[in-house]
């Protein structure tokens, strides 16, 4: 038996979240010795707009960080470096004389820019800028949010030019804030959140000066691009810098590459899927930025320190935890999540039902706006239990569908899929998951694995962890669901389902108004 | 036919009365309507109120069900609910004990595994959800038997089968290894289901401190006991974690 009470040193991460701010201290053995978090704000001014503030979420971070080391019971001489994951896309202008924000932080949900988005493709369309950046032009990403309040706060622009303005996603702020602030704090951010601003070439590893200039974001106000696993800077001033000064920040990951880098996908060809209210998918591609025919995005996975970068093929599902918590709040059927495994249980099988929750549209690999949801199949047999089947046969397809892209670009087979997020403790879903994907998934024993993946790229850069395979020996199997379902069965379901999804197209008019 | 008991009688038509309407009902409605006298009325209310069977509304006094009435159809906690709450816990207690780690529930005559983390060491394992254990012989069993009633009797009536020959069968044995469990606040198995295993379970108890569940390390003898003793920080860590499930469940400290 190990020993249950780890001893020092340690790494702090901080997970500066949509929803909240956290810190996680961890050991040697990428074990949590404490956890503190803090909700900040969720901002709603129109719909479909979503704004977060910097000042509070800078605030809850210096608490959460204070209130990690506080609850290990540590110093700063414990701590060999802190690491930052962030919410991706969540775009803020900030002055730097004075540190204060210029306005409200847009988040990646707020939809403000899609008419901007719209007309930077020009005659082009949402492809315009695809094989530089991996992306199309969509609300999601930085740039365009950057021009809106470039457009909209007044006298922004020529305060911009004069070189006044910082811009920055999440880990910008974050790491100028703890590096001093106004008082030279380093205005850096890492490969992988510079590959969400649709700013940044992803062959250079560059900021893109055409892009940019069409986009209309001067280039004086953007961080430098850095590695996702360097020292950017030391702790200093502040309230942190009395509790925590010299300690160097020495990592920043988006999210989902945090949870690919947690995972210790290091190899080509390894992926991992995060289940919570929606999944995303990323699959490690190596050195190589391979262009998508089937939807799916290009982005960067990591980069450490001078090493080449790390290239990631990227799903989404927008609709998967979020159906279950449909089931249990709009339908009534389920009294709490958990229970869904429980009704779907009850039956052998689906009864014929195939519920394709396009809520919002299709996402990838369709990026069908027009698409709405469906339940198909229905006869006097379907049960209740046969509709909860059905809700997570639907979060298992998608992902099959994901995969399957992803193996088309690639032309990589899916050796096996790692899971983390929430839904992983419904066995049910696994197996089906497992069953559905005709491959082995397996979960680790760490749940927290994106504030993990940036402690341990803050850990790689001061020399903690010696290497990726030091990690991967880390990595603990908590559990493995491998497929048990006949060629047979899995193609005439997969089948009825593409029939489904099928049935969910074209529901909305063509102007797109609901 | 023996006589029944007045005051659950009465109880019951109280219960009754208030499930008939939507009204909430005064104390003097419901003492007239039962033709009880107020303070006889008050004290069968006042004992149903602290049960939480009857709710008393603060501002105008009358009453209603209560919460507690309405869970009683549906009562038991949901397995996978008991999983979901478990997991981190049950991962942290695989990590530091360095074994594989089983969370098993009452299901028929035996222990239902509902959870499983493997032993984290890499070597090829596979999940042992939903297959069953014997009670009367794993650590996990007698934990459900010495603490659930339910399982108690299942454990008692079966034929306790000798897997090895250190597995407790006699009845007077086995009510004393259960009496040692609930003396100590654990169970162990040491080569009494399989030869070469041993394992140590503690007991999980939900809000209303029901035993809901168990949870236990198991492993090679060579590893889970030392001089042929349970190694003191693998129970100790076993009961932490069936604590801390226990509060995750809303149990108070125990």
Same mark, same amino acid.
Request: hydrophobic share 40%; with cysteine; glycine share 10%.
């Given at each position: ?232 800077? @030391?702790?200093?001033?502040? &309230?942190?810098? *009395?509790?925590? $000064?010299?300690?160097? /920040?020495?990592?920043?990951? !988006? ?85 869904? @495994?429980?009704?779907?249980? &009850?039956?052998? *099988?689906?009864? $014929?039902?195939?519920? /394709?929750?396009?809520?919002? !549209? ?85 749940? @927290? ?9 803050? $850990? ?55 | ?254």
């Amino acid at each position: 038996m190990t020993d249950a009470h780890t001893a020092g040193p340690f790494i702090a991460a901080i997970d500066q979240g949509t929803t909240s701010s956290r810190c996680i201290v961890f050991d040697k053995d990428g074990r949590i010795v404490s956890v503190d978090q803090k909700e900040h704000e969720q901002i709603f001014p129109k719909p479909g707009w979503v704004e977060h503030d910097a000042t509070e979420i800078w605030t809850n971070v210096q608490e959460v960080v204070a209130g990690a080391v506080s609850k290990a019971g540590i110093t700063r001489d414990d701590i060999k470096a802190i690491g930052i994951t962030n919410q991706r896309e969540t775009t803020l202008l900030w002055d730097k004389n004075t540190g204060e924000p210029v306005h409200n932080a847009i988040v990646w949900q707020d939809t403000r820019t899609d008419s901007l988005c719209k007309e930077l493709g020009r005659n082009v369309g949402q492809d315009r800028f695809r094989r530089e950046t991996g992306l199309p032009l969509a609300s999601y990403f930085a740039g365009p949010k950057a021009r809106w309040l470039l457009d909209n706060v007044e006298g922004l622009r020529e305060r911009a030019e004069a070189g006044d303005i910082l811009f920055g996603t999440m880990d910008s702020w974050v790491i100028w804030n703890l590096t001093g602030g106004v008082d030279g704090g380093k205005h850096v951010t890492d490969v992988t959140n510079a590959s969400r601003t649709m700013l940044m070439n992803l062959h250079k590893m560059e900021w893109d000066e055409r892009i940019c200039e069409s986009i209309g974001v001067p280039q004086q106000m953007l961080p430098e691009i850095r590695s996702s696993a360097e020292v950017y800077g @030391e702790v200093t001033g502040g &309230s942190l810098g *009395d509790l925590l $000064g010299g300690i160097p /920040v020495a990592s920043a990951l !988006g999210d989902q590459q945090a949870a690919l880098f947690g995972q210790t996908c290091f190899a080509e060809g390894e992926a991992k899927s995060t289940y919570g209210t929606g999944t995303f998918m990323l699959m490690n591609t190596g050195d190589k930025a391979i262009n998508s025919y089937s939807g799916l995005l290009t982005t960067v996975g990591y980069q450490i320190g001078e090493q080449k970068p790390v290239y990631a093929l990227e799903g989404s599902i927008a609709v998967t935890g979020s159906l279950v918590q449909w089931m249990r709040d709009q339908m009534g059927l389920i009294n709490s999540a958990a229970e869904i @495994e429980t009704l779907a249980s &009850s039956v052998e *099988d689906n009864g $014929g039902a195939y519920f /394709v929750p396009a809520f919002s !549209g299709l996402f990838a690999p369709y990026w069908r706006s027009d698409a709405r949801g469906v339940i198909a199949g229905l006869t006097r047999y379907v049960t209740k239990a046969h509709i909860a089947r059905a809700v997570l046969e639907a979060t298992a397809w998608q992902t099959r569908e994901i995969t399957d892209a992803m193996t088309k670009d690639s032309g990589v087979e899916l050796a096996a899929l790692k899971v983390d997020g929430g839904m992983t403790s419904n066995n049910l879903l696994m197996q089906t998951l497992s069953d559905f994907l005709d491959a082995p998934v397996v979960r680790p024993m760490v749940a @927290e694995t994106t504030c993990l993946g940036a402690a341990y790229a803050a $850990g790689l850069a001061v020399g903690f962890w010696s290497s990726t395979d030091e990690l991967r020996a880390n990595w603990r199997r908590a559990a493995e669901w491998t497929p048990n379902m006949d060629a047979g069965t899995r193609d005439r379901e997969y089948k009825s389902w593409l029939k489904a999804v099928e049935r969910s197209m074209g529901w909305l008019d063509e102007s797109g108004e609901e | 036919m023996a006589r029944n008991i007045q005051s659950l009688e009465r109880a019951a038509a109280m219960l009754r009365l208030l499930a008939g309407g939507e009204r909430r009902l005064g104390l003097s409605e419901i003492a007239s309507a039962l033709d009880l006298a107020k303070g006889t009325a008050h004290g069968i209310l006042r004992t149903l109120q602290a049960e939480g069977f009857v709710e008393q509304d603060p501002t105008s006094g009358r009453y209603q069900l209560g919460a507690e009435l309405l869970r009683l159809g549906n009562s038991y906690l949901d397995v996978h609910e008991l999983r979901a709450r478990a997991l981190v816990w049950t991962d942290d207690l695989a990590r530091s004990s360095g074994e594989s780690v089983h969370l098993g529930v009452l299901h028929q005559q035996g222990v239902l595994i509902v959870h499983h983390v493997f032993r984290p060491d890499d070597s090829r394992q596979v999940l042992e959800v939903g297959a069953m254990q014997p009670l009367h012989s794993t650590a996990l069993g007698k934990v459900l038997s010495a603490y659930d009633p339910v399982a108690h009797n299942e454990a008692v009536e079966v034929e306790r089968e000798a897997f090895t020959v250190r597995t407790v069968t006699g009845p007077e044995e086995f009510e004393g290894v259960l009496d040692l469990t609930r003396a100590r606040g654990y169970a162990s198995d040491v080569e009494e289901t399989w030869e070469g295993v041993a394992a140590v379970a503690a007991p999980i108890h939900d809000r209303r401190r029901m035993p809901v569940g168990a949870v236990g390390v198991t492993g090679a003898v060579e590893r889970v006991c030392k001089d042929g003793e349970l190694r003191p920080e693998l129970i100790a860590a076993v009961r932490d974690c069936a604590r801390a499930v226990s509060r995750d469940l809303g149990a108070g400290r125990f």
